[in-house]
């Protein structure tokens, strides 16, 4: 199993996540607070709290591709 942190803060990166999504066969899991959303999902995605990060799971094995496109959407942490 994979968990990362992500945040989608607008329109576009959620559109741009959701087609990256959509493009694997395995199941994409966001968590926000108390809802647990299919990843896949533009509509489902939208009814969550995009001010706040997400957390994606993904229980199935997975490209090396997938890992590496997820950076685009990760926390980046500025000190």
Known sequence: ?????IILSDIETVKKFVSFANQFDFPVTLFSD???INGKSIMG????DLSQPLQIEVR???PKEFKEKLKEFKIVQNF
């Open 1 to 5: 199993m994979y968990k990362e942190d």
């Open 34 to 36: 108390k809802y647990i």
């Open 45 to 48: 995605i939208f009814g969550l």
């Open 60 to 62: 199935e094995n997975f």
